[in-house]
């Protein structure tokens, strides 16, 4: 098989797999609410979280991958800026950001976290790679847990590279980030949800398209996790609209979820307590 046909190849199998986890039409259109985008509290907390833990001097293998890259000082692009977990621990050696998200308060978060950390930043709102001829170039490219947003992998992360004067750093989930709620879907609508695309296909497409990626992986702990709501309630509903279900199932959710729904430094979450997180990283 040749380089391009194997990249084909690879770039389809992911592209198939990602759709397979669309939430079937029937359950969707029945749905009460969205259940899709994310809360901008959760992703405050969850940055607000990392930069403690780089000041403790504990550093994720992302933000080393991206601080040794950077050397004395750097500017930043990050896709899928979020909060800013992945990019604001980087501020002691970033000279300037550049933000983009498709979600108008996640900038307005990151932007309000940036000027309490003095990092120049630069916004752009919409999705990559579709706002990549109108985003700047920097020394660093980073990119936390977006890439199983993304059905084109490859025009993805080829859009990253393209944009990075030293370095690409990409993290992601082992497995699809919302692969812990498979019994849910299963126990409330009676779905099998996908097993994949994983962190070893998004691997074997970024070699395939020639980088020369390096990759490690962490066990995230609940703890190490970060994020999170002030109140119960909230981290249920963000389950429950998930799954499509209307708010008077709140109740059947929580008792679903168990011990999956915990409280840890006065913050409630939803989700796995161990989680494997896989930092891939190459230089351009």
């Known amino acids: ?10 770039q389809t199998s992911w592209t198939d797999a990602l759709g397979a986890w669309a939430i079937p039409p029937s359950i969707l259109e029945a749905a009460p609410e969205s259940p899709f985008g ?4 959760l992703f405050v907390h969850r940055a607000r979280l990392s930069v403690e833990g780089t000041e403790d001097g504990e550093l994720t293998p992302t933000s080393r991958a991206a601080m040794d890259a950077l050397g004395e000082g750097g500017s930043v692009l990050d896709v899928g800026v979020g909060g800013g977990a992945t990019s604001v621990p980087l501020a002691e050696r970033c000279t300037g950001l550049v933000a983009v998200d498709s979600q ?8 309000r976290l940036a000027a ?20 700047p170039e920097a020394d660093v490219v980073v990119c936390g847990h977006v890439a199983y947003n993304a059905p084109d992998l490859g025009a993805f992360v080829t859009a990253l590279s393209a944009h ?16 812990w709620m498979n019994d849910l879907w299963s126990r409330f609508h009676d ?15 970024c070699r395939a398209l020639g980088f020369a990626v390096e990759r490690e992986q962490r066990v995230d702990t609940e703890d ?13 509903a963000l389950v429950r609209r998930r799954l499509c279900l209307p708010p008077e199932r709140d109740g059947e959710v929580a008792a679903a979820l168990g011990s999956r729904l915990s409280e840890l430094h006065g ?12 930092t891939l990283w190459w230089d351009v």
Not at 38 to 41: G, K, L, R, S
Request: hydrophobic share 45%; aromatic share 6%; no cysteine.
């Open 104 to 111: 108008a308060d996640m900038l307005e978060a990151i932007a």
């Open 164 to 179: 990075a004067r030293r370095r690409v750093v990409l993290e992601l989930t082992e497995r699809h980030p919302l692969s």
């Open 116 to 135: 309490e950390r003095s990092i120049p930043v630069t916004m752009v709102h919409g999705r990559w790679p579709d706002v990549a001829p109108e985003t």
């Open 1 to 10: 098989m040749t380089d391009q046909a194997e990249r084909a190849r690879l």
């Open 38 to 41: 994310f809360p901008a509290e």
């Open 224 to 236: 190490a996790a970060g994020g999170g709501f002030e109140r119960r309630g909230d981290a249920v």
């Open 267 to 278: 913050l409630w979450r939803a989700g796995p307590r161990d989680q494997p997180v896989v």
């Open 191 to 205: 779905v099998v949800r996908p097993e994949r695309p994983t962190a070893d296909d998004a691997f074997a497409l």
